[in-house]
């Protein structure tokens, strides 16, 4: 796998590990792939996705207040699941 910069990479990995997501759930990898691509949603994992009940959280488009960019990211990423 491509990482787009070393912080992303570290990102991701952490955020698996959070998860604790199987190496063959690649729909879910490719959620945490885009959340760790960028700055804002990776500071709000927390509040887009509940590592505790493994789900996302679509509540997180009302109470984050969202860019156009970061927007469209979290909504590819949540169709990915």
């Not at 879910?28 to 804002?40: D, N, T």
């Not at 949603?41 to 959280?57: G, H, K, T």
Request: glycine share 2%; hydrophobic share 40%.
């Amino acid at each position: 796998m491509e990482f787009m910069f070393p912080d992303h990479h570290g990102r991701f990995n952490r955020f698996i590990e959070m998860d604790s997501t199987h190496k063959t759930d690649l729909e879910r990898q490719a959620l945490f792939y885009l959340i760790a691509c960028c700055r804002e949603l990776a500071e709000w994992v927390d509040s887009v996705y509940d590592f505790e009940e493994r789900s996302i959280r679509p509540e997180a488009f009302e109470e984050i207040d969202l860019t156009s960019k970061t927007r469209a990211l979290l909504e590819l990423a949540f169709n990915l699941i």
